[in-house]
């Protein structure tokens, strides 16, 4: 077994190591529903695959890989709600920093030359700057804390948020004779408005997947760092989704580039590509079993899609 099966298990294991509460028969039958799935705490695990032109391909080759995975997901899980928990208290300390930023009162600037034995001249200048936090700006920071505090408490309680991960292994055999891929998808959700039909989340999300065709000496790079927006339709045991991801990364950095590496001993031209992608997906919730298959597309109006499926064990 790989060390990324070992790190999963210790993730599920840190996961489930948490309080337990007594369920009522009726909320025991809903769990086994798509919207109990969605709504109640669960934890699952299993293995992913995607192939075709799909989030991870590019479209100036005509590299389409082929992916095997591991697979983490929790809604309203422990790790989710730290990590917005953390993302609060990030924002928050920001806000004191700014609350508490002194107020400059002096600046002094002073000059002094050194000359060297070979004749130079070093000049070194020193800048000193005076200023004061009054009280005002004290108690607004220590109430931006206290709100913080309270905002992160709240937070890790809310059990709403979801994450997905997804570790793409290359000690996993890879399919079709495509090479190696490995690296990581994951995302954050929180939940924006939730009925009992539709569900829409956001959340953050972050991928970073390299895959290799050996044989024509060519890679695909695909990063993205953003904002997935997740539209959720629950009918009975099924549920439908749609993704659509918001690369920032994008906005910052030129897409399909091409790029060469040496691995080894040989020259592989990489295909960088940071992708607005779409996914459509279909999930059933068989008691214990978690299975999904889907379409996607790294871009929005191609037109060419791949293909993704997995099966899970919730716990």
């Given at each position: 077994m790989s060390k990324t099966c070992h790190y999963l298990t210790l993730l599920l294991c840190l996961s489930l190591a948490t309080p337990a509460f007594a369920i009522s028969p009726e909320v025991e039958e809903l769990k086994n529903t798509a919207l109990g799935t969605l709504k109640l705490p669960n934890y699952s695990l299993g293995a992913r695959l995607e192939s075709?032109?799909?989030?991870?391909?590019s479209s100036t080759s005509g590299l389409r890989p082929t992916l095997w995975g591991y697979r983490y997901s929790e809604r309203g899980g422990i790790i989710s709600s730290l990590i917005f928990a953390g993302a609060a208290g990030v924002l928050g300390s920001a806000a004191v920093a700014g609350a508490a930023s002194p107020t400059i009162t002096e600046t002094n600037t002073t000059r002094s030359t050194r000359y060297n034995a070979d004749g130079s001249r070093t000049v070194t200048t020193?800048?000193?700057?005076?200023?004061?936090?009054?009280?005002?700006?004290s108690e607004r920071a220590n109430e931006i804390l206290q709100s913080t505090e309270a905002a992160m408490s709240a937070i890790t309680e809310m059990r709403t948020f979801g994450m997905d991960l997804v570790i793409f292994d290359d000690e996993f055999a890879t399919l079709s004779g495509v090479g190696e891929g490995y690296g990581f998808n994951i995302n954050f959700w929180a939940p924006v408005y939730g009925g009992e039909s539709f569900i829409f989340e956001l959340g953050l999300g972050m991928h970073n997947v390299v895959t290799l065709d050996r044989e024509n000496q060519e890679g695909v790079q695909s990063f993205f760092m953003g904002v997935p927006l997740r539209f959720i339709f629950p009918m009975g045991i099924f549920y439908f989704t749609g993704d659509v991801n918001i690369n920032l990364?994008?906005?910052?950095?030129?897409?399909?580039e091409t790029r060469t590496e040496r691995i080894g001993e040989t020259q592989f031209t990489f295909h960088e590509t940071?992708?607005?992608?779409?996914?459509?997906?279909?999930?059933?919730?068989?008691?214990?079993?978690?299975?999904?298959?889907g379409i996607a597309t790294s871009r929005?109006?191609?037109?060419d899609f791949g293909f993704n499926t997995s099966a899970s064990f919730r716990f």
């Open positions: 075709g032109n799909g989030i991870y391909a020193t800048t000193t700057k005076s200023g004061y936090v009054t009280a005002e700006q990364y994008n906005l910052l950095f030129d897409d399909d940071q992708p607005w992608s779409l996914a459509l997906s279909a999930n059933a919730i068989l008691w214990r079993i978690h299975l999904e298959a929005l109006f191609s037109g």
